[in-house]
């Protein structure tokens, strides 16, 4: 079993759909959670992330942390065609100072005009 | 802005070749990456570095070996290409412990996609 579960997608919504993306983990030394951003032909870029459980928002973009049930979600309001990208989320354990990160598969995500 | 590039976009070798990726940082990170990216499989940590000369192996590092002559650059070497290692290979950096104590954010270039026939 892989430290951390993504369903990889694809997943296509409409402009203007809540878009929820999750993730599951086993490793419950994981205190820093991070949401990536990949387009097509890109390298990954950081969108987000939380320390332990808790809500964090930015603009359109909601990550959650549920540590009780080691799982965690990003919530896309009002999606865009822009937002189309496979996104991938991460973890770390508290301490590491060696930015090792355990990633989940990614999930592609389109969103239609 | 943190910038990593890696020297090849697009590259065509053929079975048996000697291959070298490279990847420089331009942000006096400590900690230098390389994962391959394969649909289906995700994010796999190849080897990794966190000092100059020094090296660790991460979770598939069979078939390919590394160098960290500077620090500021990375070089991923496949010794003898086979068409298993048919890939995208991206490069990441951070800094020692994060740029928030502990999030060992990583800076991704744009990646290298390599072919093996």
């Known amino acids: 079993q892989k430290e951390v579960e993504q369903d990889p997608g694809p997943l296509s919504v409409p402009e203007g759909a809540i878009v929820s993306l999750n993730c599951t983990y086993s490793?419950?030394?994981?205190?820093?959670f991070m949401w990536y951003r990949q387009y097509s032909r890109k390298g990954p870029e950081l969108l987000m992330y939380?320390?332990?459980?808790g809500n964090k928002e930015d603009g359109r973009f909601t990550a959650q942390v549920d540590k009780s049930s080691k799982y965690i979600s990003l919530f896309i309001r009002d999606s865009q065609p822009s937002d189309s990208a496979t996104y991938l989320c991460?973890?770390?354990?508290?301490?590491?100072?060696?930015?090792?990160?355990?990633f989940g598969r990614g999930t592609q995500l389109t969103v239609w005009p | 802005d943190v910038k990593v590039t890696q020297s090849s976009r697009y590259l065509v070798k053929r079975t048996g070749e000697k291959v070298f990726l490279e990847c420089v940082q331009d942000?006096?990170?400590?900690?230098m990456f390389w994962y391959r990216q394969d649909p289906g499989l995700g994010l796999r940590l190849i080897y990794f570095?966190?000092?100059?000369?020094?090296?660790e192996k991460g979770d598939i590092p069979e078939g390919y070996s590394v160098s960290r002559e500077k620090k500021e650059r990375f070089s991923l070497i496949l010794e003898s290409a086979s068409t298993n290692q048919t890939s995208m290979y991206l490069c990441?950096?951070?800094?020692?412990?994060?740029?928030?104590?502990?999030?060992?954010?990583?800076?991704f270039g744009e990646g290298s996609r390599l072919t093996v026939l």
């Open positions: 570095s966190y000092d100059v000369k020094m090296k």
């Open positions: 939380t320390y332990s459980s």
């Open positions: 942000m006096d990170h400590e900690n």
């Open positions: 991460a973890m770390s354990e508290r301490g590491s100072t060696l930015g090792r990160l355990y």
């Open positions: 990441a950096s951070s800094l020692l412990g994060g740029s928030d104590p502990n999030t060992g954010e990583l800076f």
């Open positions: 490793n419950s030394a994981f205190q820093y």
